[in-house]
Every structure is written in structure tokens, then in C-alpha cells.
């Protein structure tokens, strides 16, 4: 893009609304949420609609590139056996019914949205070419005559964008995967669906779920990934967790399996992105996320829930992407940095530090580095000195980006298992008290500091939320440059809240080693 070379980190979007009644602030509020996650691209999948100007003005506004595919999905032209469906894969490879039709509208289209910065590339449909009475025409005439300027691809998988003869293993995977597998497993270089899980939090799921329905899933049998679900999970498209909600201990109730179940969200997403970014260059071109939003109320694939409420999904996925990001590689327990900015960075000092569950702190060095843009490198090896600190209980792995002002450019925590897989530390972390203000520094706006005392274990994993103060709801969308955070004995962080309307809310904070508590803003 303008000579420069785009790791592409993007997401796929399904539709916003079949009604197309979605507001002005509404698309807003979702592109925003997707800057917010350090994104650059958002594809329209081929089995949706066009989207509104409102979406393309928003994607303009926020940086976002998008990669807009025609309406052809293999899900419905014919690509695999389909016994659900009445005609047979040969009547529904000639869909649509109309090729005529089809090609004016796609006529239509590319003449209301090309004038658009955000638009990036063309592509014929998802997983399947159109037919090609219809492809052969959009490429060699209508493109070239009403956009001349953008590629476009014959379809999501084509060999011209994903075709790799050194190898690699497809799209994919989806669901929930052990984090070694985003750094070990190679798929294809620009893998355009890749996902994982994505349920909501206790007040995520309490909107949309009836009371008698809110039953945790039950893992069947330890150590597998199948799980029995309610039947209303199941209708809401709920993606098993397998045992990694286990491996923080057992769950009494859904509000701490949900509690829980945000962990393995962060780390999900988060080890997704730097899985990737490990391999810039060296297997992959891009990512594309499958998927970061539902048009409806769902129980996988998303960074936020229908109702505008981020999940720690969205937060992972901020931290994995920084563009200046000091990773862990959970493959081969090695450390890495990535420039994902195009200017070089100089006089970059990494810190790395080790914690036990009652704060310890074991300091595994600090050096200077510089890096060149769109660049990932490996710093070191650390397999001895991780195996020695988690083997009984776990621990966390601080990894830190600072400027020469000694200011924090990149603050990046691990929290790793035992050498049983298992985060029986965690189970057992002392307690903390942590010194917390909130005030309201401009309409809309409000700051909270929390300070961790020294001396004491981490405070650990802290969900804010702005809430009413009658109803103790909380008031969605709110944009927060950062959530579930955790901070090291101590110091201080400090959380910028954005919200719209006069309101004064307060403040709840909810975190993994102190009580859920209720604040006055000042």
C-alpha cells in the first residue's frame, strides 16, 4: 500500500443486520472496535450483503483496509455434498438464478463504493469461484472499465493469494486450539479464515440467555474436547472450550466458568495474532480472523457481543497485535520482537521478568534492540528458564518494551501453566487490595488508576466497566484503551473510559484476586 508492505491482521464480517437497519453510530462503534484491536482490514465475506456507505465511511475514518468479496459462497454454489439442501451440488453450482441480474447489481455496487479509500481489493466469492459467466465478464470488463485501479482475486482460497509450494496445511483451524499449535501449525500463507472461540462474560450472557438455561457446558471426559451444552447454547452456536477451562479448576456455576473462560479467550486470540506474526514474511503474507462479530446473539466467533460489550477476546487480540509488540512464543519458548509500523525503531530496551503467585520478581535481563519496519525477529531462547520457574505451580512472564525516557512503548503479561498443564498457582494466589481512583476528567470521559501495593502478588486479570448507577447495567458501547488488565506489585496503571452521552457513571472493576466492588467516579 503506497510502496510500503501491509502484514495484513484482518477480520471477517459477516453482515450487520438483514433489515440493513443499523445506525450511523452504530457502524461507528463496531469499526472503531476494530481499530481498537490494532487491525488493518476487515473482509466482507462472500456469503453476505454490501454494506451500507455508513460502514465504508466509518472504515475510511479508522484506517481500516477492506477486501470486499462478490455474493458467492461454497456454502450454497455447490463446492461440497449438501444433503440439507433440495437441489443437487450441479443446480447449485449454476446459482443465482439470474447471471444477468447479478452482474448489473455487482455493476451497481462497484460504482457506490469504489470512491471509497478503504476499499482494497476485489474478491469473487468465498471458497468457490462464481460461475464463470458471471467471473469471466466482472474480471475483463465491469472491473476494468468502472475500477481499474484495485486487484481483484477470483476467491477467497485462489492460488493467486494463497498458494504456497513449500507447503501448508489449508484455512483454518477453527475452534479452540492448544497455544502451540498458532506457532507450530502452518496453514496457508494468506489464510483468510482462522478462529477460535468467543463467549461473552456473566453479563454478556445474561441478556440474551434465560435464567433456566444459564448451566455451564460439562466436560464429558477429561483431557478431550467434547462438551455437553444447554440446548439454548447449542441453538446460539456455541463452540466448546474442551478442557481449558478446567485447567483453572473446576467450576461451580456459569458466572466462574464465564470468569474463567475470558482467560482462555485472551490467550486464545492473543497467541492467534503473534502465532502469525512469529512467521511474518518467513510462512505468512496475513491473517484473517474468523470471526470478530455476530449480527445476532451468538456464543462464538466474536470480540463483542451484539450488545456492543467487549469480551477479552477483543483485548488479547489488542495486546498480540501491538504494531511494537515483545511476544513469547508458546511453539518453543523462545521470546521475539516485531516491528509492525513502517519507520525503524532505535534504542528500544526490552525488559524481561519472571513472577511467582505471591509477586516475586526474578529478572531475566534487559537489552537494548533496534528494528526495521515490518520486521519480526527472534531476541532469545528461554526454555530452561521457563521449565525451572512454572514446574510446580506456574508463573507469569512479564515482557516489556521501554523508550529511553523509560517510558512503556509494550507491556505484555503471560500467566503459564505448571508442568501438569494445569494453573494450580492461580487457584491459589493470595488475595490483593489494590489502591483504585476513578474520575471523570471531560464530558464522556473518565480515567481509573489502579496501584498495586508493593510487596504483595499481582493484581491480577481486572475487568472494568462503566455501569449505571441505579441499575449497576452496564452502559454499552464503551471504549476502553485497554481491559482486563493486570498490574505488577508496586506500580500503577492508569485506564481511559470513552462514553457517550451526560450520564455520570460508576465504576465496577471485577478482577481474578480481589472482590468484584462498585466505585464512586469523582
Not at 56 to 81: H, I, K, P, T
Not at 94 to 100: A, E, G, I, V
Request: charged share 25%.
Amino acid at each position: 500500500v503506497n510502496g510500503q508492505p501491509v502484514f495484513i491482521k484482518g477480520a471477517n464480517w459477516i453482515i450487520s443486520d438483514a433489515m440493513l437497519r443499523f445506525s450511523r453510530e452504530r457502524y461507528d462503534a463496531e469499526i472503531r472496535f476494530h481499530r481498537d484491536m490494532n487491525l488493518n482490514l476487515i473482509r466482507i465475506w462472500g456469503g453476505a450483503i454490501t454494506e451500507r456507505p455508513e460502514f465504508y465511511e466509518a472504515c475510511d475514518q479508522y484506517g481500516l483496509l477492506v477486501m470486499q468479496d462478490f455474493w458467492g459462497s461454497g456454502d450454497c454454489n455447490g463446492r461440497w455434498v449438501d444433503p440439507m439442501k433440495k437441489d443437487d451440488q450441479w443446480t447449485r453450482r449454476k446459482y443465482p438464478d439470474d447471471h444477468d441480474l447479478f452482474l448489473r447489481s455487482a455493476a451497481d455496487q462497484i460504482k457506490m463504493i469504489r470512491n471509497h479509500a478503504s476499499l482494497a481489493m476485489w474478491c469473487g466469492g468465498n471458497e468457490i469461484t462464481l460461475p464463470q459467466d458471471i467471473q469471466t465478464p466482472l474480471r475483463d470488463s465491469i472491473l476494468p472499465k468502472l475500477d481499474g485501479t484495485r486487484w481483484f482475486v477470483d476467491y477467497s482460497n485462489s492460488d493467486d493469494m494463497s498458494f504456497n509450494f513449500l507447503g501448508g496445511n489449508g484455512d483454518g483451524p477453527y475452534g479452540i486450539q492448544n497455544l502451540k499449535t498458532f506457532f507450530n501449525h502452518r496453514t496457508w500463507p494468506f489464510n483468510s479464515e482462522i478462529g477460535s472461540v468467543g463467549t461473552g462474560d456473566y453479563q454478556s450472557l445474561e441478556r440474551f440467555i434465560p435464567k433456566e438455561n444459564m448451566v455451564p457446558p460439562v466436560l464429558l471426559t477429561e483431557g478431550r474436547r467434547r462438551e455437553q451444552a444447554d440446548s439454548v447454547w447449542e441453538y446460539h452456536k456455541y463452540i466448546g472450550y474442551g478442557n481449558h477451562v478446567n485447567a483453572y479448576g473446576a467450576t461451580t456455576d456459569v458466572k466462574e466458568w464465564a470468569k474463567k473462560a475470558q482467560l482462555v479467550n485472551y490467550d486464545q486470540y492473543r497467541s492467534l495474532i503473534e502465532g502469525f506474526s512469529a512467521r511474518m514474511w518467513e510462512w505468512y503474507t496475513g491473517v484473517i480472523i474468523w470471526k470478530t462479530q455476530n449480527p445476532w446473539t451468538a456464543l462464538r466467533g466474536q470480540m463483542y457481543d451484539y450488545y456492543l460489550d467487549p469480551n477479552a477476546c477483543l483485548y488479547g487480540l489488542r495486546k498480540g497485535s501491538a504494531p511494537i509488540n515483545f511476544f513469547y512464543n508458546h511453539g518453543d519458548t523462545s521470546l521475539h520482537l516485531i516491528n509492525n509500523s513502517f519507520t525503524h525503531q532505535y534504542d528500544l530496551m526490552l525488559v524481561m521478568d519472571l513472577y511467582d503467585m505471591e509477586g516475586n520478581k526474578k529478572s531475566l535481563g534487559q537489552v537494548f534492540a533496534e528494528i526495521g519496519p515490518s520486521t519480526t525477529r527472534l531476541v532469545m531462547p528461554i526454555k530452561r528458564q521457563i521449565r525451572e520457574a512454572t514446574r510446580k505451580e506456574g508463573a507469569f512472564l512479564s515482557l516489556r518494551i521501554l523508550n529511553l525516557d523509560k517510558e512503556i512503548v509494550s507491556d505484555n503479561l503471560y500467566w503459564l501453566p505448571d508442568s501438569t498443564g494445569k494453573y494450580s498457582g492461580l487457584q491459589q494466589m493470595p488475595q490483593v487490595r489494590p489502591e483504585i481512583s476513578a474520575k471523570l476528567v471531560s464530558k464522556g470521559k473518565v480515567e481509573v488508576k489502579i496501584t498495586a501495593p508493593a510487596g504483595g502478588p499481582i493484581a491480577f486479570f481486572n475487568r472494568l466497566s462503566l455501569v449505571d448507577p441505579v441499575s449497576r447495567k452496564r452502559i454499552l458501547p464503551v471504549f476502553y484503551d485497554d481491559n482486563y488488565i493486570s498490574v505488577l506489585p508496586g506500580e500503577s496503571k492508569t485506564v481511559t473510559m470513552e462514553f457517550a452521552g451526560d450520564q455520570k457513571p460508576m465504576l465496577e472493576l471485577e478482577g481474578w484476586n480481589l472482590p468484584a466492588q462498585y466505585l464512586e467516579i469523582q
